[in-house]
C-alpha cells in the first residue's frame, strides 16, 4: 500500500476545490497467515499495537491512534466478505500519524489484507470507497484523497463532490519528505480551518486561490516543468500559511533549502507534519536535512498491490 503526499490543494480539497496528490513507493505492508481468532498486529518505528477482534483486547504502545481506524475498517470488511480468523500484521515504513497517509495506507491495507484473505477479488473502486467511510466514521470529515490514491496509485486531480479522479502523467517524480513532530490530529486540524472559513470571508478567497494554484500545477506538471511545479508550491505554502497550518520550522526549513530546491510545501494538514521538497540537487538536500527523519520518494504508479 503506497503512502500518499499532497503535492497541492490540501484543506481546499474538503471546500470542494480540486487537489493533487501522489502514491509513493513508501508505505505500509502487510501479510495475513492463518490463526484461530482474528488479531490485527501493527508494528514499526517503537510502535506497536496489537488488537484482538473477538475479545476486544488491545495492547498499544504509541499506535493508539490506530485503534479506531483498526477496529472500524473490521468492522467494515466483516459486513463486506463476512468472518475472518486470522492474524493480520502491518508494517509501515512512516511513523504513525506522520502526515503521510498512513492512516489512510493503514485502513488500504487491512481492507484490501482481509478481502485477500478471505479469497474476494480486489476491487480498488470498492475499497477506496470502504476506506474512505471508515476515515469518515473515524475523523468526522476527510476528503477520499488518502484513500483513492493510495488505492490506485500514480499523481492522481481529485475533487471530493462531486467526487472526480483524473491521473496525472508527470516526469516530475522524484521528491524528499522531511517529517517533523505533528501538534494535532488531523480532525483538530481540519476543525480549526472550518472555524477560520466559517467566521471569516477572506479565508475563503484563499481557498479559492488554492484551487487556482492546483489547476495551474496539473498543467506544469503535464508539461514536466519542475521550475513551475516548485514555484507553485512555494505559493501553495504561504496560502496554506495563512490558513494557519504552516509553522515557523516548515518556513525555516524550505527557505534554507531554497537555492537546492525548486520548491517546497507542508503535504497534509500542517502543524509539524511532512513538508515535501522538489530537490535540484538530491545530494545536498540530503546532507542539510540528515539529522531529521527524512526520506526520497518516487511515485508509485501501481496503487494497492496483492502478492
Ligand atoms: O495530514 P494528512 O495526511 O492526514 O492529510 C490531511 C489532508 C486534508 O486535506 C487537510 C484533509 C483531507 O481529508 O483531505
Redesign the pocket.
Known amino acids: 500500500m503506497p503512502g500518499?503526499v499532497?503535492l497541492f490543494?490540501?484543506?481546499?480539497?474538503?471546500y470542494g476545490r480540486p487537489?493533487i496528490a501522489a502514491a509513493i513507493d513508501r508505505g505500509t505492508w502487510a501479510t495475513c497467515t492463518a490463526s484461530d481468532r482474528l488479531t490485527v498486529e501493527v508494528s514499526g518505528h517503537s510502535a506497536r499495537l496489537v488488537y484482538n477482534a473477538e475479545g476486544g483486547s488491545v495492547e498499544a504502545r504509541g499506535a493508539e491512534g490506530f485503534l479506531s481506524y483498526v477496529s472500524t475498517a473490521l468492522r467494515l470488511a466483516r459486513d463486506t466478505w463476512g468472518p475472518l480468523r486470522a492474524a493480520i500484521r502491518l508494517e509501515g515504513d512512516f511513523p504513525p500519524g506522520?502526515?503521510?497517509?498512513?492512516?489512510?495506507g493503514a485502513v488500504v491495507a487491512v481492507l484490501a489484507t482481509y478481502a485477500a484473505c478471505r479469497g474476494a477479488r480486489l476491487d480498488r473502486g470498492e475499497l477506496a470507497r470502504l476506506a474512505h467511510m471508515v476515515?469518515l466514521e473515524v475523523?468526522g470529515?476527510?476528503?477520499?484523497?488518502?484513500t483513492w490514491v493510495a488505492t490506485h496509485g500514480g499523481v492522481v486531480k481529485l475533487r471530493?463532490s462531486p467526487f472526480s479522479a483524473e491521473p496525472i502523467e508527470t516526469s516530475v517524480d522524484a521528491y524528499v519528505v522531511v517529517l517533523f513532530p505533528?501538534r494535532g490530529t488531523?480532525g483538530q486540524?481540519?476543525a480549526d480551518?472550518k472555524r477560520l472559513v466559517g467566521s471569516r470571508r477572506s479565508a475563503s478567497a484563499v481557498l479559492d486561490a488554492i484551487g487556482a494554484v492546483v489547476e495551474e500545477a496539473e498543467a506544469c506538471l503535464r508539461a514536466g516543468d519542475a521550475e513551475c511545479v516548485g514555484q507553485l508550491m512555494y505559493i501553495n505554502n504561504w496560502l496554506l500559511g495563512a490558513l494557519g497550518?504552516v509553522d515557523a520550522e516548515a518556513v525555516s526549513l524550505i527557505e534554507r533549502a531554497r537555492p537546492y530546491i525548486y520548491g517546497g510545501k507542508i503535504?497534509?494538514?500542517?502543524r509539524g507534519?511532512?513538508v515535501l521538497l522538489l530537490p535540484r540537487d538530491f545530494n545536498t538536500v540530503k546532507v542539510l536535512v540528515g539529522h531529521m527523519p527524512h526520506y526520497v520518494v518516487k511515485v508509485d504508479r501501481g496503487g494497492v498491490r496483492v502478492i
Open positions: 500518499v499532497k490543494g490540501e484543506h481546499a480539497v474538503v487537489a506522520a502526515g503521510v497517509a498512513t492512516s489512510a476515515e475523523q470529515a476527510a476528503s477520499p484523497m488518502d471530493a505533528r488531523t486540524i481540519v480551518v497550518v503535504s497534509g494538514a500542517g507534519g511532512a
